[in-house]
């Protein structure tokens, strides 16, 4: 019968249909959602990085168009308790968390944040934090990973080897897949290397690809100095991502702590207020290593946040707590990804 009636249904109309669809799905999981909102649960926290007004192929996994941003800010207005980090965090450490309470955060500091997300968080009324890497902010340049993506995007080369992690990498170029895919995979890399290597690495590999170094800036913009005391008086709290976003596991220990307690002091330098939260760069077991979390407690920091896909039970390290990444998606797509189960039933 279904398959009959789409027969009839023009192929202009067919992307709203299934638009109105998808919404009244994700109303009804929301509305089970809210059957048992005052259930204890786990921590839930979001993590975006960049919202665009227009996000190309390249910029899929970072990057959140600005049409949607607003579609999830609503749908999270109504449905859910969108709440700041500094209170939320200590109602789930006294085990009161429930269901419908939710943060949001957003990583790196990327200049979109103060012009796209910001307006339409205070249009809906919703606290966020924005962890700031703060080097970058400092010294006005794209963050190295950006530089990466940057560099696969635009060169003219088609192909490119080199040697790293003990092996020959070979990448191809010669679609704008190609170029995405191999950037990952360099990345991948590049994150596993130790911090000297890794910066030997890039200074070669900014030679290799012949694109002029400046350009990058226009398509990865970081907060500056302003911008983020902005940010700030619009009731957006601001958190630090240590000075350079390099993966922790791979440093020193005492680089390590200084990355931690130097883009604290910078941040607080900045806006004349205590930082007092802290999220991982990369935010992998495997990027934060064993020593970073008591860096980041001796550097003062309450907790900290990791992109670790779990429910934060209560119980959890307040130093690796984890946050769900949320992505492009739609109504639907989002109302899915922020299903939350109580601990007990899902064991």
């Known amino acids: 019968m279904i398959q009959t009636l789409k027969q009839f249904v023009p192929s202009a109309a067919k992307p709203r249909i299934k638009g109105a669809l998808n919404d009244f799905k994700a109303q009804r999981i929301a509305a089970g959602q809210a059957a048992s909102a005052e259930k204890v649960c786990g921590l839930k926290i979001l993590m975006y990085h960049r919202i665009k007004a227009q996000v190309d192929d390249f910029d899929r996994v970072l990057s959140v168009p600005a049409a949607q941003f607003e579609k999830q800010m609503a749908y999270l207005k109504r449905w859910y308790e969108p709440m700041p980090l500094q209170k939320l965090i200590p109602l789930w450490q006294e085990g009161k968390a429930t269901l419908r309470q939710i943060g949001i955060t957003f990583d790196d500091g990327y200049e979109d944040n103060l012009q796209v997300a910001a307006p339409i968080l205070n249009k809906y009324g919703i606290p966020a934090t924005v962890f700031v890497t703060s080097g970058c902010m400092q010294r006005q340049e794209a963050l190295w990973t950006d530089q990466v993506r940057y560099l696969f995007k635009h060169t003219a080369r ?9 092996r020959r990498w070979k990448f191809k170029m010669g679609t704008l897949e190609e170029r995405y895919q191999s950037s990952k995979v360099f990345l991948g890399q590049l994150k596993k290397s130790p911090n000297e290597l890794c910066r030997r690495t890039l200074e070669k590999f900014w030679l290799d690809m012949g694109v002029p170094m400046q350009t990058v800036w226009e398509e990865a913009k970081i907060l500056n ?8 008086k619009l009731g957006i709290t601001i958190g630090a991502h240590t000075v350079n976003h390099p993966p922790l596991s791979k440093m020193r220990v005492g680089d390590a702590a200084w990355e931690i307690r130097e ?5 607080e330098s900045c806006i004349q207020e205590p930082v007092n939260e802290f999220a991982y760069p990369f935010g992998e077991m495997d990027q934060i290593g064993e020593h970073a979390p008591t860096l980041v407690h001796e550097a003062g920091f309450p907790w900290a946040l990791a992109v670790l896909e779990k429910d934060n039970p209560p119980g959890t390290d307040p130093y690796l707590i984890g946050r769900r990444y949320a992505g492009p998606w739609d109504t639907l797509r989002f109302s899915e990804a922020l299903l939350w189960k109580p601990r007990e039933e899902s064991q």
């Open 158 to 166: 088609t192909r490119y080897e080199i040697d790293l992690g003990g």
């Open 225 to 232: 100095w302003n911008q983020v005391r902005d940010l700030h």
């Open 263 to 267: 883009s604290k002091r910078v941040l």
